[in-house]
Structures are given as structure tokens and as C-alpha cells.
């Protein structure tokens, strides 16, 4: 049995989560709590397996219960809010800078098209979270950040100039992602793409989050918008995103790859296509397999393609997957991530 403790302010929603929860047969909700100081305290006491978190509550707020959490007990914690306002969206993924694992909207309300689906969502998340090991993390008066060692080795193994990165990423990418972005230099001298999983009506507040550390300027990509050398684009919700032939990006409603609107795999079929091996290409942490085949197509064609390793990724599906297929020439870290690739845009033919 999962045990779940369930952090909601609102007594309705609280139960309507429990109900969800305690249907599946594998789920336990072990107790619930009104507030975060209330959550420190249960899991203190009860060391749930998984914990569900709002993130407005009164006396104290799921961020900060987030981070006493994760620096006392940690837990895999699961945020889950009804809001997609853009600016209450970046707390959320403060929360995931905190150690939260996942971010996911609340379910729809029983009777509504969406709910089935939506309740399910929760679910699995929940499920698969559980498996998740994660880390202690220290107080941030104390925390010192890991420094990337220079990446000179890897300068040699690309003779072609590059003109575009290409990342994709699930459970778990958004702090990798900001990790990745905030580490690249302000004349970073090549565009980055990046397909991000991720619950509808939460990608612009994400864009703005992964903004507020980034010398670079991060866009919500928009159709037929030129792309530009030193700038990050990020697919919208719901819409397919490929790289034309004419140097801008293309929308499209074309159906779902993997399951998945945007799909990784629809974008990294266009940069073979478009740039072949002069690309970078990568797989973060995240479920299922998205990407991976046409990782390897790009591999194939001598780009340089890189996979997160094992231990750094919340689930390991997709760069997994990769690094099963022989896709990935290198496996890294998230800390030598942005190293790595500055050597590589920097290299020249």
C-alpha cells in the first residue's frame, strides 16, 4: 500500500482528493492536513510514502511547507492547485526549486468531461512518485552550489558548427531545465528548443518562471516566429512544434505522438530534418519514451546527442529509453549539462 497524506486547506476539495485517492486499491490516505504547519507535523509522524500539496493555505504556505519537508523528512511531494494564473504557476515551480517532484492540476470535478482522465493523472502520479528516492536538501543559508567542471574533453568529438539545440523533458524537468538555462552564458550563440510535459494552462507561467534566472530570453514559441540565435523557445500547450525549412517555427494541431501534444518526437524529426548533425540534441528525466527513436535517428546522422543519467533523474523513462537505443553520445549530470553545451556551440568547423 501507498500512504498519501493530503495537504488541502479547502475541506471540499480535501475530500474530493481523499475520494480519488482511496478509490484505487493500492492508495491509502493515511490522515490530512489543513495548513503546512499541520503537514510538518504529520509527516513527522507518520512518514507518509507520498504527500499531495496545495500551495495556498493559511499560518503556512506549501511552499515553505515544501522546503521545511524536504530539509527535515524528505518526501516525494506532489503539488496540486486549481490555478493556472501565470505568476501563481512560477510558485509552483519554486516549489518544485524546493523538491517537489510533480506539479499537476487539480482533477475535474466528477460529472465533467475531464475528470475521469484528470483523476487518473493523479493517480499514476501518485503511484509512480512513491518509487521516487529523493534527497535531503539543507537549509538554503547553507547550501553550496555544485560548480560544472569545463567540458573541454567533449570539444573534439563535434567537427560540425552547431545550430540548434533540441531538448525534451517529463517528470521532473522543469528545476533540470532551469538548472540547464540558468548556467548558459548571455551570448549563448545558438537557438535551444524545448518540449517540456507538462499539464495544459501551466506553460506560461513555466516560461515566465524559467525567465526570472536566465540571461537568455525564453519565449512561449509562436507560429511562423523566427528563430533566433540566443534565445530559448518553449512549445505551447497543445500544439505540435517542428522547425520549417525557412529558419522559423512551426504550430500545427497535428495529432498526438506517444500520447503527447507536444510530443519530443514530432520536434526532434524536424531538426534531423532541418539541421541533421549540426544539432544537439537531449532527453531530461521523464516518463515513457518520447524521443528516443528519433534521438537515435539524429545520433545517426553525426549529431551530438545526451541523455540525463540515472541517478539525477526523478524517473528515468525517457533518457532511459535513449540510452538503451545507443541514442545518447553522452550521459550527464544537470550540473555539466550547460558546460557541455556552450563547448559545443562554441566549437567551430
Given at each position: 500500500?501507498?500512504?498519501?497524506?493530503?495537504?488541502?486547506?479547502?475541506?471540499?476539495?480535501?475530500?474530493?482528493?481523499?475520494?480519488?485517492?482511496?478509490?484505487?486499491?493500492?492508495?491509502?490516505?493515511?490522515?490530512?492536513?489543513?495548513?503546512?504547519?499541520?503537514?510538518?507535523?504529520?509527516?513527522?509522524?507518520?512518514?507518509?510514502?507520498?504527500?499531495?500539496?496545495?500551495?495556498?493555505?493559511?499560518?503556512?504556505?506549501?511552499?515553505?511547507?515544501?522546503?521545511?519537508?524536504?530539509?527535515?523528512?524528505?518526501?516525494?511531494?506532489v503539488i496540486v492547485s486549481g490555478s493556472t494564473d501565470p505568476l501563481e504557476v512560477a510558485t509552483m515551480f519554486r516549489a518544485m526549486e524546493a523538491g517537489a517532484v510533480a506539479v499537476l492540476r487539480r482533477p475535474a470535478g466528477i460529472g465533467h468531461p475531464?475528470?475521469?482522465?484528470?483523476?487518473?493523472?493523479?493517480?499514476?502520479?501518485?503511484?509512480?512518485?512513491?518509487?521516487?528516492?529523493?534527497?535531503?536538501?539543507?537549509?538554503?543559508?547553507?547550501?553550496?552550489?555544485?560548480?560544472?567542471?569545463?567540458?573541454?574533453?567533449?570539444?573534439?568529438?563535434?567537427?560540425?558548427?552547431?545550430?540548434?539545440?533540441?531538448?525534451?523533458?517529463?517528470?521532473?524537468?522543469?528545476p533540470v531545465l532551469q538548472t540547464i538555462l540558468a548556467a548558459l552564458p548571455q551570448d549563448f550563440p545558438v537557438p535551444v528548443l524545448i518540449v517540456q510535459h507538462m499539464a495544459a494552462g501551466f506553460t506560461q507561467g513555466f516560461v515566465q518562471w524559467l525567465a526570472q534566472t536566465s540571461s537568455l530570453p525564453v519565449h512561449l514559441a509562436t507560429h511562423d516566429e523566427p528563430i533566433r540565435a540566443g534565445h530559448v523557445y518553449v512549445a505551447p500547450d497543445e500544439f505540435q512544434m517542428r522547425v520549417g525549412r525557412s529558419g522559423k517555427i512551426v504550430l500545427t494541431k497535428d495529432e498526438p505522438e506517444n500520447g503527447l501534444r507536444p510530443s519530443v518526437s514530432y520536434l526532434l524529426r524536424s531538426v534531423v530534418e532541418v539541421y541533421g548533425r549540426d544539432a544537439v540534441a537531449g532527453l531530461l528525466t521523464g516518463m515513457g519514451r518520447d524521443g528516443a527513436e528519433e534521438l537515435k535517428l539524429l545520433r545517426d546522422r553525426g549529431a551530438t546527442t545526451f541523455a540525463q543519467d540515472k541517478d539525477s533523474s526523478v524517473v528515468h523513462g525517457m533518457p532511459g529509453a535513449a540510452i538503451k537505443l545507443d541514442a545518447a553520445t553522452l550521459i550527464l549530470q544537470p550540473e555539466k549539462i550547460a558546460t557541455v553545451l556552450t563547448s559545443l556551440a562554441n566549437n567551430k568547423k
Open positions: 500500500m501507498i500512504k498519501v497524506l493530503v495537504v488541502e486547506d479547502s475541506p471540499v476539495v480535501r475530500e474530493f482528493l481523499v475520494h480519488i485517492l482511496g478509490a484505487d486499491p493500492r492508495i491509502q490516505v493515511i490522515g490530512t492536513a489543513n495548513d503546512g504547519e499541520q503537514a510538518i507535523e504529520a509527516v513527522a509522524r507518520q512518514r507518509p510514502d507520498v504527500i499531495t500539496m496545495d500551495l495556498h493555505m493559511p499560518k503556512l504556505d506549501g511552499l515553505e511547507a515544501t522546503r521545511r519537508i524536504m530539509e527535515t523528512h524528505p518526501t516525494p511531494i475531464d475528470h475521469e482522465a484528470s483523476a487518473g493523472e493523479l493517480v499514476q502520479t501518485v503511484k509512480l512518485m512513491s518509487e521516487v528516492k529523493v534527497i535531503k536538501r539543507w537549509p538554503r543559508a547553507g547550501r553550496q552550489p555544485e560548480l560544472a567542471r569545463p567540458a573541454q574533453a567533449h570539444r573534439a568529438q563535434v567537427e560540425a558548427k552547431v545550430k540548434v539545440i533540441a531538448i525534451g523533458a517529463s517528470t521532473g524537468g522543469p
